[in-house]
């Protein structure tokens, strides 16, 4: 352990708060705070959860995380699912991320994401907009969780019917949907 560490500021306001015999209540900072305080992988790894949780990358690539309300271990997180999409593109499923994430560094995923180009129904224009340093805790996030499960079903081209379970997409004609404007 290093002890020429500087003392948390968390830690030494309470130090200050215990020398002076204040007793207003204690610090706590948020979970994730507290991590980066200490340990700047640790705080990456809590700001990667943190993103993958707000950024709804569950909602698609954790079988049944929305429909069990979220309510999934860590465990099963962003191991893909077999529910389809089928849509004029076919029919698409989200990946398992832990294994895409365990086969690429952080510089190759960084690269990555900053250019992903995929089929509906991935939302691939919010990972191309989203910071650098929020894609690098992604990474640190999901590498930490480590590889699991198998790869989701591959894409069904366009016109060929999946299996259930699918969600149909009737979409408007492209011209539609045209940003107004
Ligand atoms: C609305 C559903 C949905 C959401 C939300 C979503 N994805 Fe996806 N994602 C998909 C689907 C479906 C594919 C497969 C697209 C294809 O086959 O072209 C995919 C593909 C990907 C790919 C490329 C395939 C691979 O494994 O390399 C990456 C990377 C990815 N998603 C990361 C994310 C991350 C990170 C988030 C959260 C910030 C996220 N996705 C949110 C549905 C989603």
């Given at each position: 352990m290093d002890t020429l560490r500087p003392v948390p500021l968390a830690l030494a306001a309470v130090l200050a708060c215990v020398l002076a015999g204040c007793t207003s209540e204690p610090v706590t900072a948020p979970v994730e705070q507290q991590a980066a305080t200490t340990d700047p992988v640790a705080g990456l790894v809590a700001h990667g959860e943190y993103i993958v949780r707000i950024a709804g990358c569950n909602d698609c690539h954790t079988e049944a995380y929305a429909t069990l309300g979220g309510e999934v271990p860590l465990a099963q997180w962003l191991t893909g699912s077999a529910l389809g999409y089928n849509g004029p593109w076919g029919t698409?499923?989200?990946?398992?991320?832990?294994?895409?994430?365990?086969?690429?560094?952080?510089?190759?995923?960084?690269?990555?994401?900053?250019?992903?180009?995929?089929?509906?129904?991935?939302?691939?224009?919010?990972?191309?907009?989203?910071?650098?340093?929020?894609?690098?805790?992604?990474?640190?996030?999901?590498?930490?969780?480590?590889?699991?499960?198998?790869?989701?079903?591959?894409?069904?081209?366009?016109?060929?019917?999946?299996?259930?379970?699918?969600?149909?997409?009737v979409l408007p004609p492209i011209e539609d949907n045209a940003i107004p404007g």
């Open positions: 698409t499923y989200a990946t398992n991320l832990r294994l895409t994430i365990a086969d690429l560094e952080e510089q190759e995923w960084l690269d990555y994401t900053a250019t992903l180009h995929t089929r509906p129904i991935m939302p691939d224009f919010m990972l191309r907009q989203m910071r650098e340093q929020d894609r690098r805790a992604i990474w640190h996030f999901v590498r930490s969780l480590g590889p699991a499960g198998n790869p989701a079903p591959k894409a069904l081209p366009p016109g060929e019917t999946p299996p259930p379970p699918y969600f149909q997409l």
